[in-house]
């Protein structure tokens, strides 16, 4: 959609250092248009971000504004830190009150769309929108023109319908006939979004008044456009607006090194628990074939032996008669050896100083 975009400048498209272009157009209402195209249309949210766009009467939350202009790839802590705190403190500075994360806006009222787009605006350009109240509701019938042709040639879904600009009046009609109003009615540089280019004057060539050339027109510059939608010429530099766009960056890179880091370490987690698991099971695998081979090993040797032979039974036999003699007479021997140490503890008892040591 962006290659049919009526009003595209292609001489003021930009490039950033990933290489990327910044789109230009002719004029802050094509710019704002194409925003809210995206918005309509492109817009990703709902369950795992499958739906497009919010459509015209759609009532998106400052919470799902947040994750679709930061895309699906970014962390639910990137998204609250970079999109949605800003998003609260400019609701609340644009709405005139505090706006809740989960609060519907509804698209088709005018006042509310008109504090969102100042709001979703005022994050991109790091600074507060120059346009006019004029200029954005004009832009807005830009862009829904715009997607009534588009619709019709089906340029969402891929279709080769040759796309007619037929609902689309022109350009100047949104610059200057929209809504009635006439650019030279407001202030120029209000009006356009820009700088105003003052009337240069001609000195007389012989003494005669000097005479002001003609007014050369405000040079336009439109709004940056949220999210994914086509982004616009960046505003004029400004030590406020460097500031603010340095001190977002700054925080983008942090966030970028914040999730390298995670990544780094989760990395590092999952060698270790692999290393871990895989010198376990090496070393179970190792003990395991050494019993393997201790086992063969004890086979191989019970394998080689002869076999046992028992003994015979013990047999049974009247012990010889020398030995039941020799038997009888330590009997004898034992019982005299109790009868005289019977009577020596006797005579000790008698006479104890016979016992001394």
């Given at each position: 959609?962006?290659?049919?975009?009526?009003?595209?400048?292609?001489?003021?498209?930009?490039?950033?250092?990933?290489?990327?272009?910044?789109?230009?157009?002719?004029?802050?209402?094509?710019?704002?248009?194409?925003?809210?195209?995206?918005?309509?249309?492109?817009?990703?949210?709902?369950?795992?971000?499958?739906?497009?766009?919010?459509?015209?009467?759609?009532?998106?939350?400052?919470?799902?504004?947040?994750?679709?202009?930061?895309?699906?790839?970014?962390?639910?802590?990137?998204?609250r830190t970079i999109y949605l705190e800003p998003y609260r403190n400019f609701a609340e500075k644009y709405f005139g009150r505090r706006v809740g994360d989960d609060e519907p806006l509804p698209l088709d009222d005018p006042e509310t769309r008109w504090n969102m787009g100042r709001m979703l605006l005022r994050l991109e350009s790091g600074r507060d929108p120059v346009i006019s109240r004029k200029q954005?509701?004009?832009?807005?019938?830009?862009?829904?023109?715009?997607?009534?042709?588009?619709?019709?040639?089906?340029?969402?879904?891929?279709?080769?319908?040759?796309?007619?600009?037929?609902?689309?009046?022109?350009?100047?009609?949104?610059?200057?006939?929209?809504?009635?109003?006439?650019?030279?009615?407001?202030?120029?540089?209000?009006?356009?979004?820009?700088?105003?280019?003052?009337?240069?004057?001609?000195?007389?060539?012989?003494?005669?008044?000097?005479?002001?050339?003609?007014?050369?027109?405000?040079?336009?510059?439109?709004?940056?456009?949220?999210?994914?939608?086509?982004?616009?010429?960046?505003?004029?530099?400004?030590?406020?607006?460097?500031?603010?766009?340095?001190?977002?960056?700054?925080?983008?890179?942090?966030?970028?090194?914040?999730?390298?880091?995670?990544?780094?370490?989760?990395?590092?987690?999952?060698?270790?628990?692999?290393?871990?698991?895989?010198?376990?099971?090496?070393?179970?695998?190792?003990?395991?074939?050494?019993?393997?081979?201790?086992?063969?090993?004890?086979?191989?040797?019970?394998?080689?032996?002869?076999?046992?032979?028992?003994?015979?039974?013990?047999?049974?036999?009247?012990?010889?008669?020398?030995?039941?003699?020799?038997?009888?007479?330590?009997?004898?021997?034992?019982?005299?050896?109790?009868?005289?140490?019977?009577?020596?503890?006797?005579?000790?008892?008698?006479?104890?100083?016979?016992?001394?040591?």
């Open positions: 959609y962006v290659r049919e975009w009526p009003g595209l400048d292609p001489a003021g498209f930009l490039g950033d250092k990933f290489g990327d272009r910044i789109i230009a157009f002719n004029s802050a209402e094509s710019g704002l248009g194409a925003w809210w195209y995206w918005i309509v249309k492109r817009a990703k949210h709902g369950p795992q971000l499958k739906k497009a766009g919010f459509g015209l009467n759609g009532k998106p939350t400052i919470a799902i504004l947040a994750r679709a202009v930061a895309g699906p790839s970014r962390s639910a802590d990137y998204v954005f509701d004009c832009g807005v019938a830009y862009g829904t023109d715009v997607m009534a042709d588009f619709d019709r040639a089906d340029v969402e879904a891929g279709g080769s319908t040759p796309i007619a600009l037929t609902a689309f009046k022109g350009g100047a009609h949104y610059t200057v006939t929209c809504a009635g109003g006439q650019l030279a009615a407001l202030d120029p540089a209000a009006a356009a979004g820009g700088v105003a280019v003052p009337p240069v004057v001609t000195p007389p060539a012989s003494g005669a008044p000097a005479k002001p050339a003609a007014e050369s027109p405000p040079v336009a510059k439109p709004p940056p456009a949220a999210g994914p939608a086509p982004p616009t010429a960046a505003p004029p530099a400004t030590p406020e607006a460097d500031t603010a766009v340095l001190a977002r960056l700054s925080a983008e890179i942090e966030a970028a090194k914040a999730t390298i880091s995670q990544l780094r370490s989760a990395v590092a987690n999952e060698a270790r628990r692999a290393d871990g698991a895989d010198s376990a099971r090496k070393a179970a695998e190792s003990a395991l074939n050494a019993a393997r081979g201790t086992i063969a090993d004890l086979e191989r040797q019970i394998a080689a032996r002869p076999p046992a032979v028992s003994p015979p039974p013990a047999a049974t036999e009247p012990a010889p008669a020398a030995t039941q003699s020799r038997l009888q007479s330590l009997e004898r021997e034992l019982s005299l050896m109790s009868e005289l140490l019977g009577e020596v503890r006797a005579r000790c008892k008698a006479e104890a100083a016979l016992c001394k040591p």
